[in-house]
């Protein structure tokens, strides 16, 4: 059972290290390992000083890391859902639906979708025993995360209502003495089970703290703690909890520690030291973890 | 009297569709509706749904006449 990493935190904290960090420390014991970077500014190229792309590159014998292309992800979907419409609408004579389509992307809803795709894509993954996911903003991120649990809700009346409407149909249509829809042979109703499956899969996943853990990564101020507990609300909302936190460029000023535990009471919290150079290239990142052990 | 009884149910049916589809794409028209992804997985499924929301806004400015026509003979 593949084991799932979640790095979470106010941009500019480090996500991006830390979750290169785990990637080579989970690698070195050698459990084979996916790096994948949501991030449409991806970083993870600069830290490992090395070209990477969509499609994932072994930097190591068991260590592979993705640079993942939400614009592109939203393409592709918006494509798939282009060539389903072709045959059904007669497309072609509609004019300008393919400038419709070319807004549609920029519909509220879209940009997380995406990103909820390139999550999907890395839960359908079979051939790594650990993925760490490296995430956008928290903006985007926290509405990728509420997207499963807003749709299930939408699906669940919008199944509701079709099941009453295809009752009543089944009841006219025996008083007419004709034949009647098996919901299961209803496309709707077909689709939005199809549907409320996936959701649901993807729901229990992220909430299956034995299998997903959201590690949460902050420094030591203000903003980046402030921000922490307003994720902690808004996952709580979702049904998520955080597994681990990690106190990024650690240096014992002050008392975050303190303030941090008492915060996030029965989550483990782990300090990250701040390093005396940048975190840059596999010697330098295994370097500093071997400081950490 | 049956086909009364069945008409009035037909019309409810007729009224519940267009109110599935109204709650689909409700925000073309201004109304909060579910996320865009959503609606359009299931756009493909809708043609008939989309063609019967039009054809019932086209005749809302008529209700008297439907009214009547769901009365039925006297």
């Known amino acids: 059972m593949p084991r799932y990493h979640i790095f979470v935190g106010k941009g500019g904290v480090g996500k991006s290290t830390c979750s290169c960090l785990e990637a080579l420390r989970l690698a070195s014991s ?200 307003l994720i902690k609300r808004q996952l709580a909302g979702f049904g998520m909890e955080i597994g681990r936190i990690i106190v990024n460029k650690y240096t014992g000023r002050g008392d975050w520690t303190g303030r941090v535990a008492e915060a996030f009471p029965n989550v483990t919290i782990l300090q990250n030291p701040l390093a005396d150079g940048p975190l840059t290239g596999i010697t330098v990142l295994n370097e500093h973890l071997s400081k950490l052990a | 009297m049956l086909y009364k009884a069945t008409a009035q149910i037909e019309y409810e049916i007729s009224e519940m569709e267009n109110s599935f589809t109204l709650m689909l794409f409700g925000n073309f028209i201004g109304l909060p509706g579910p996320s865009m992804p959503l609606t359009l997985e299931l756009l493909p499924d809708m043609g008939g749904e989309l063609e019967h929301m039009l054809l019932r806004a086209s005749q809302t400015g008529n209700g008297l006449s439907e009214l009547a026509s769901i009365m039925g003979e006297p």
Not at chain 1, 192 to 218: A, G, N
């Open chain 1, 30 to 229: 050698q459990r084979k390992t996916l790096l994948d970077s949501m991030d449409p500014a991806h970083n993870l190229h600069d830290i490992f000083r090395t070209e990477l792309g969509a499609k994932g590159k072994k930097i190591l014998p068991t260590l592979t890391v993705r640079e993942s292309d939400t614009s592109q992800k939203g393409r592709e979907y918006m494509a798939e859902i282009r060539g389903e419409l072709k045959n059904l609408y007669h497309y072609q004579q509609a004019l300008n639906i393919d400038k419709y389509f070319n807004l549609l992307k920029f519909a509220p809803g879209m940009e997380e979708y995406a990103a909820l795709l390139i999550l999907q894509r890395c839960f359908d993954e079979r051939r790594y025993d650990e993925l760490v996911i490296d995430t956008p903003p928290t903006a985007l991120t926290m509405k990728m995360l509420a997207l499963p649990g807003v749709n299930l809700h939408w699906i669940h009346h919008l199944k509701a209502m079709r099941e009453e409407i295809l009752l009543k149909k089944n009841r006219v249509a025996e008083i007419h003495s004709e034949s009647s829809i098996d919901r299961d042979h209803d496309p709707i109703f077909s689709r939005l089970v199809r549907m409320q499956k996936r959701y649901d899969t993807l729901l229990s996943l992220l909430c299956d703290q034995e299998q997903t853990e959201i590690v949460l990564v902050l420094n030591e101020d203000e903003l980046s703690f402030s921000e922490s507990l």
